[in-house]
Nanobody, 115 residues
Framework: QVQLVESGGGLVQPGDSLRLSCAAS????????MGWYRQAPGKQRELVAR???????NYADSVKGRFTISRDSTQNTLYLQMNSLKPEETAVYLC?????????WGQGTQVTVSS
């Protein structure tokens, strides 16, 4: 069974950038469309970015132009570059197949945007 481990979160100020990583182990994820999700307290989990196995990228309207999803199949790793972060983007960020979850959720990585 594939295990997903997210990292790279932290406390940043509004307008700052972060780069998240999602390392997969126990199997290759290269054949899957993968995505980054986020879940804020009291809110539903939302898919913010998706990348197909062929590299086609899709973004939620709220992050278009600021977030960039990428993958390194040789490293079995997914990335999310987040620029111009906003306070309302404070959440736990998680990765999984997209748009439907196939693997167990990892712990996620906390992103806090606050001045």
């Amino acid at each position: 069974q594939v295990q997903l481990v997210e990292s790279g979160g932290g406390l940043v100020q509004p307008g700052d950038s972060l780069r998240l990583s999602c390392a997969a182990s126990g199997g290759s994820v290269s054949i899957y469309a993968m995505g980054w999700y986020r879940q804020a307290p009291g809110k539903q989990r939302e898919l913010v970015a998706r990348i197909s196995s062929g590299g086609t990228k899709n973004y939620a309207d709220s992050v278009k132009g600021r977030f960039t999803i990428s993958r390194d199949s040789t490293q079995n790793t997914l990335y999310l570059q987040m620029n111009s972060l906003k306070p309302e983007e404070t959440a736990v960020y998680l990765c999984n197949t997209a748009p439907n979850r196939y693997f167990d959720w990892g712990q996620g990585t906390q992103v806090t945007v606050s001045s």
